[in-house]
């Protein structure tokens, strides 16, 4: 059993690789209904071909109306929609706050007008400390669903990671499909978190467990620099470095060092409760967690855990 067994769930962005990764999982939970609200027809009419039980329905997270009329009779709400891609948003920055920002305002709205129990929203780990638009554009729809739960019978929680591995726009696909051997490298010190999908999958559905309302929930996964990831797929690859793109970091950051006073440590993830109301001081959402150090960061390259090539050369064939 899980909260989702004879539940109607809603995904926003629910046929993007985090969306139909888990369609997959909660359809062994036997929810009642699961819904995909996503824009994009051809990859709702792809996957209900695999999922023909699922409910598909056309929208944008930027019409406020449609997700009302999505959200109708809903107990759990996903929401995996957003403009992901960072110099996207660097050059298109009213298109992205539009999705990123208004649309999260939508979900809120939308979620507390039709009495959803609970929303989980995706997050990332550019949301921490953010240097580009997407980064800034997430933070703020954090603090959205985070405030939410002041005024609103709903429960609104967040899932934070990076990158995951594979999926589309991602370094790994990329240099798969280079034929040359040299590989174009930002920069040879940068350095990645590597989360699966079914990691992240993991992650949110400890969340519909877990939460009470307003927790941010980082996942602990490992680190590895880029130019072994390149050497993994290519052992004999030379580097081209072209230098770091509009908005990009060198190193991913989940947790800065201003959240440590608010971050509590678990045996797989660590949960940053929110500084408003004195939440962070309170024992339901802390539960068995441990305060981290004043000074902690988790960051990828002062990360205690690190992929081995043998692993990542281990998770491509399979």
């Given at each position: 059993?899980?909260p989702?067994?004879d539940?109607t769930?809603?995904i926003?962005?629910g046929?993007?690789?985090f969306g139909?990764a888990?369609v997959?999982?909660i359809?062994n939970?036997?929810?009642?209904?699961?819904i995909?609200?996503s824009?994009?027809?051809?990859?709702?009419w792809?996957m209900?071909?695999?999922h023909p039980?699922?409910?598909?329905?056309?929208?944008?997270?930027?019409?406020?109306?449609r997700?009302h009329?999505?959200?109708r009779?809903?107990?759990?709400?996903i929401h995996a929609?957003?403009?992901k891609?960072?110099?996207?948003?660097?050059?298109n920055?009213?298109?992205?706050?539009k999705?990123?920002?208004?649309?999260?305002?939508?979900v809120?709205?939308?979620?507390?007008?039709?009495?959803?129990k609970?929303?989980?929203?995706?997050?990332t780990?550019?949301?921490s400390?953010?240097?580009?638009l997407?980064?800034?554009s997430k933070?703020?729809?954090?603090?959205?669903f985070?405030a939410?739960?002041?005024?609103s019978?709903t429960t609104f929680?967040?899932?934070?990671?990076?990158?995951v591995?594979?999926?589309?726009?991602?370094?790994?696909?990329l240099?798969?499909?280079?034929?040359?051997?040299?590989?174009?490298?930002t920069d040879?010190?940068?350095?990645?978190?590597?989360i699966?999908?079914?990691q992240?999958?993991d992650?949110v559905?400890?969340a519909l467990?877990?939460?009470?309302g307003?927790?941010?929930?980082?996942k602990?996964?490992p680190s590895?620099?880029?130019t072994d990831?390149?050497?993994t797929?290519?052992?004999k690859c030379?580097f081209k470095?072209?230098g770091?793109?509009?908005?990009?970091?060198?190193?991913?950051?989940m947790?800065?060092q201003?959240?440590a006073?608010y971050t509590?440590?678990?045996?797989?993830?660590?949960?940053i409760?929110?500084?408003?109301y004195?939440w962070?001081?309170d024992?339901?959402?802390?539960?068995d967690?441990k305060l981290v150090a004043?000074?902690?960061?988790?960051t990828?390259?002062k990360?205690?855990?690190?992929?081995?090539?043998?692993?990542?050369?281990?998770?491509?064939?399979?």
């Open positions: 059993m899980t989702l067994t539940a769930v809603l926003t962005g046929t993007g690789s139909q888990f997959k999982r359809l939970t036997c929810p009642k209904r699961v995909v609200y824009r994009d027809e051809m990859k709702q792809e209900a071909k695999t039980s699922v409910k598909y329905f056309i929208g944008d997270v930027r019409d406020r109306e997700l009329l999505a959200m009779n809903v107990d759990y709400v929609a957003a403009m891609i960072v110099p996207s948003a660097e050059y920055p009213f298109e992205c706050i999705t990123n920002v208004i649309g999260a305002m939508n809120c709205g939308a979620a507390t007008a039709c009495g959803v609970k929303v989980i929203a995706l997050s780990d550019k949301a400390a953010p240097i580009n997407y980064g800034a933070l703020c729809s954090d603090k959205l985070i939410s739960n002041s005024y019978n929680s967040v899932v934070r990671y990076g990158n591995m594979g999926s589309r726009g991602s370094v790994i696909p240099f798969q499909s280079i034929d040359d051997d040299t590989l174009p490298i040879k010190k940068m350095t990645r978190f590597m699966t999908l079914e992240g999958v992650l559905m400890h467990e877990d939460s009470i307003g927790e941010i929930y980082v602990k996964i590895m620099r880029v990831i390149a050497r797929i290519k052992p030379s470095v072209i770091i793109r509009p908005g990009e970091k060198l190193h991913e950051q947790i800065g201003e959240d006073a509590y440590e678990y045996k797989d993830h660590f949960k409760l929110p500084a408003i004195d962070h001081n024992p339901e959402r802390i539960k967690g004043p000074d902690f960061s988790y990828s390259d990360n205690t855990d690190w992929m081995t090539p043998a692993q990542l050369k281990q998770w491509l064939k399979s």
